[in-house]
């Protein structure tokens, strides 16, 4: 790297003029691999459960988010990355998975397949808010949603397969903290009666709970400011003025958790405060990292996944029926970086079988030949294109682990051979290239 050199040419590139944005980084080797496998470990758990894949677009119409997520939450009012196209239109990267994939329900016909309708996804989501613990700006999540019921055992079977997607990735101390927001024939009543107590001790609100009476009502139940805990404590909860359908589907809800031995703690503050969210809500917590503390100013443990049902969703993106829907993600992100992560190794991370030493030119033209009869006997290898040195590449080999190396030099490359070497043994047989594919399947089973 130069000094600053601004004086001499305005233009020259800084180092942090190219550098990744901030709260976006790239992912390498151990952790990619790391990734591709909770991924596909928790692709496999979701076919098990019946789940089938979707992909939607990373950039949609800002009016899938701004129409459904509500006025007065962050993530709609603070954290979208908003772009205006040169043809006029107004996109969004997708800060969330859901609102997405029922567009594509709705716009897909979905509503014609038999319901309900289960889908898993996985990708990358974008949030502009400022990078601390556990949070980025590009974070990947991976979604499950089941889209066509309003019966409880789709709310248990989300939490289900969450919970036991993370169990394989090794949390162990797995609690779902659960709650019930009522749907629109309750909550209209709960949140008349919360802003009434609210606006009774105004005064004593933080700014943000100020703007909330107004903008956002049930988010005054999870604001963090010290200022509002006194009050919150003695606050109203959606929980208690449940209509009779909700507290049935609450209790159904409760009774699959109970049935399926998932520890549980009924959080009557918790909102998620997105608008689309009716009925159940939740967020998995692992409860080590975490203990339970009675009281004001608890410094909230990182989700690892939430959800809820959101059976408004569907007319706020202009259906005429209503489609009841429920689904969650997992911060996948959050998973990777927690110490209680088990890395599980994707499929297509393969240990090298064979090091493959090529040396010369003749060698080199001739070695994809060689490499194609390995790739179709399915052997990995590894091998090292720029070093010419024998000595150099067998120490290489000896470090790569790999069981055997096969030498492929000049002398080989004009008798069409090659040297096979255990490196075990350290014994080495010469092998006729048209012997290969042969010798190849019998390097295969002594492998095993
Ligand atoms: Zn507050
Ligand atoms: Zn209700």
Redesign the pocket.
């Known amino acids: 790297m130069t000094k600053d050199t601004s004086s001499e040419k305005p233009k020259k590139l800084r180092e942090e003029d190219i550098a990744s944005p901030k709260g976006m980084r790239d992912i390498l080797d151990k952790e990619y691999y790391a990734y591709q496998g909770f991924f596909e470990k928790a692709a496999e758990i979701a076919s098990y459960y019946g789940f089938r894949p979707i992909e939607t677009p990373i950039l949609e119409r800002e009016a899938v988010f701004t129409s459904s997520l509500g006025v007065g939450t962050d993530i709609r009012d603070k954290e979208m990355y908003t772009l205006k196209t040169k043809g006029g239109d107004h996109l969004v990267m997708r800060p969330e998975g859901t609102a997405g994939v029922m567009r594509a329900y709705l716009e897909n016909g979905m509503q014609a397949l038999p319901q309900p309708v289960m889908l898993y996804n996985y990708g990358p989501y974008f949030r502009h808010e400022n990078p601390q613990r556990g949070r980025l700006r590009e974070l990947r999540q991976f979604g499950l949603e089941i889209l066509g019921t309003s019966k409880s055992i789709a709310d248990a079977t989300i939490i289900r397969a969450m919970t036991l997607i993370l169990d394989e990735a090794g949390f162990k101390n797995l609690s779902v903290e659960i709650n019930s927001i009522g749907d629109k024939e309750c909550r209209s009543g709960f949140i008349r009666e919360l802003t009434s107590y609210y606006k009774k001790q105004i005064d004593a609100?933080?700014p943000?709970?100020k703007d909330r009476i107004r903008t956002n009502p049930l988010r005054l139940l999870d604001?963090k400011?010290a200022?509002?805990q006194e009050i919150k404590i003695k606050a109203p909860t959606p929980i208690d003025s449940l209509c009779n359908d909700c507290r049935h589907h609450f209790k159904e809800v409760i009774e699959y958790l109970e049935e399926m031995g998932i520890p549980y703690h009924i959080n009557k503050n918790l909102v998620r405060g997105i608008d689309y969210y009716t009925r159940t809500v939740f967020e998995i917590i692992e409860i080590d990292t975490a203990p339970p503390v009675e009281g004001a100013e608890v410094s909230t443990p990182l989700s690892l996944g939430g959800g809820g049902r959101y059976d408004l969703l569907a007319k706020s993106l202009g259906s005429k029926k209503d489609v009841p829907a429920v689904g969650g993600a997992i911060g996948v992100d959050r998973v990777i970086m927690s110490p209680s992560h088990k890395p599980i190794n994707p499929r297509i991370l393969k240990k090298p079988k064979v090091y493959f030493i090529q040396l010369g030119n003749e060698a080199k033209l001739k070695s994809f030949g060689i490499i194609e009869v390995l790739r179709k006997a399915h052997v990995p290898i590894a091998q090292s294109l720029s070093k010419d040195g024998l000595g150099q590449q067998l120490a290489i080999a000896e470090r790569s682990g790999a069981p055997f190396t096969i030498i492929f030099g000049q002398k080989e490359a004009l008798d069409n051979t090659i040297i096979a070497r255990n490196m075990e043994t350290r014994s080495q047989e010469t092998v006729k290239l048209a012997d290969l594919p042969d010798f190849v399947k019998h390097l295969k089973d002594e492998l095993r």
């Open positions: 609100l933080c943000n709970c604001c400011d200022r509002c």
